[in-house]
Every structure is written in C-alpha cells, then in structure tokens.
C-alpha cells in the first residue's frame, strides 16, 4: 500500500520560504499525479498545485507567482516551494496521489503544520 | 473559478439518512469526488467519479450527480460518520483547476 509522508520545517519567518516534502514509499513515483494541498486552522481544503512525474506542473492562479513544486524520481519524493511567506500560509500541507489529470486524490499523507510567525 | 457550494452543517439521528449536497453550475457534466475528514487527520476519500466506492469504504456512502446538485448520502448513520465532509472537482475550462467545496460538518445526534 502506498504511503506518503510531508516533511520539512513547522516554522517559517514571515518573507522567507517554506520547503516541504513528500515521501513516497510502498510504490514507484512514477506513472502518476502528485499535488500539494493545504488547510489553514479551521478552515477548509485549497488546492496549491500538482506535477506529474515527469515534471509538467499547474498550479493555482491564487499562488502561482510564489509556488514551486518539483519532483525527484530517483529520490521517489516531490518537493513544494512557497516564497514570502506570511501569516495567510500558515495552514495544515497535505501531499497526495492522482491517478490522472482531473482524477480523485486517493492518497493522501499525514499533513503537517507549517505555521508562520517571527 | 469554479464555485461550489455546501450546507455548513447537517444533522442527523443515528440510524437514519444524512444527505450533503454540493451545489455548481452544470455540475451533473463534471465528475465529482467527496472526502471525509475527522479532527486531526487527513481527508479520506469516501466516493468518486459521482457513484463509486473506494475498497473499504462501508456501503452506506452512496453518491448522485445531476443537473446543478452533487449529492452524497449516508444510510444508517452511526456516531462514527461524524466527520466533515469536501465535494472536489475537476475543469480544465476553469482556473484553479481543482476546486473543493467548503465542507459540511456531520453532527450525529
């Protein structure tokens, strides 16, 4: 069964960037949709964006000018990147699996909280 | 964007039929998937592509899509179906691509 598994720090200082990865284990990278999701305390699911495994990527328009998400298949782990952070990002990061473009996410891992403060 | 649309909150006595819908323009020619949530842990999927069922999901979780209304149903409900509940779609004509609804949180009563 696959599992994925976020890493990467649970504070960043405002205008800096938060580094994330997903780890993929139990299943190759390759083949398949990635996609970074994120939930701010209380609130609901955003979508931030997807790549597939051979690197073709979308992102949401609302973050597209601060978002970075690349994949490593040698590594089986994908990576976001999100630029001058502020406290609006502070939110629960969710790395997930897709069959396809357009398909349900049906793996998801753990999330972790990446929370912006000084 | 595309804009969904969800009750804030349903609820429901055990035993009986909780219903969550998922408003959207046309919404009946997108497929449509719904996820779970409990406190503290990740969305699970619970339908997809309107209807099915993910292996392991319990057969009371049933899914219609029609017109401008996505339903999701819940038959029998136990206290363990308290949760909230994400419609998500899909539209390339659209930007962002992948759209969720705002959740409806279950109360089993």
């Known amino acids: 069964q696959v599992q994925l598994q976020e890493s990467g720090p649970g504070l960043v200082k405002p205008s800096e960037t938060l580094s994330l990865t997903c780890t993929v284990s139990?299943?190759?990278?390759?083949?398949?949709?990635w996609t970074w999701i994120r939930q701010p305390p209380g609130k609901g699911l955003e979508w931030i964006g997807s790549?597939?495994?051979?690197?073709?990527?979308d992102y949401s328009p609302s973050l597209k000018s601060r978002v970075t998400i690349s994949v490593d298949t040698s590594k089986n782990h994908f990576s976001l990147k999100l630029s001058s952070v502020t406290a609006a990002d502070t939110a629960v990061y969710y790395c997930?699996?897709?069959?396809?473009?357009?398909?349900?996410?049906?793996?998801w891992g753990q999330g972790t909280l990446v929370t912006v403060s000084s | 964007s595309y804009v969904l649309t969800q009750p804030p909150s349903v609820s429901v006595a055990p035993g009986k039929t909780a219903r969550i819908t998922c408003g959207g323009n046309?919404?009946?020619?997108?497929?449509v998937h719904w996820y779970q949530q409990k406190p503290g842990q990740a969305p699970v999927l619970v339908i997809y592509?309107?209807?099915d069922r993910p292996s392991g999901i319990s057969e009371r979780f049933s899914g219609s899509n029609s017109g401008n209304t996505a339903t999701l149903t819940i038959s029998r409900v136990e206290a363990d179906d308290e949760a909230d509940y994400y419609c998500?779609?899909?539209?390339?004509?659209?930007?962002?691509?992948?759209?969720f609804g705002p959740g409806t949180t279950v109360t089993v009563l």
């Open positions: 139990g299943g190759s990278i390759s083949n398949f949709f």
């Open positions: 997930a699996r897709h069959q396809g473009v357009g398909a349900h996410f049906q793996h």
């Open positions: 592509s309107d209807i």
């Open positions: 790549i597939y495994y051979s690197g073709s990527t």
């Open positions: 998500h779609v899909w539209d390339s004509t659209y930007d962002p691509l992948y759209v």
């Open positions: 046309n919404i009946g020619t997108k497929n």
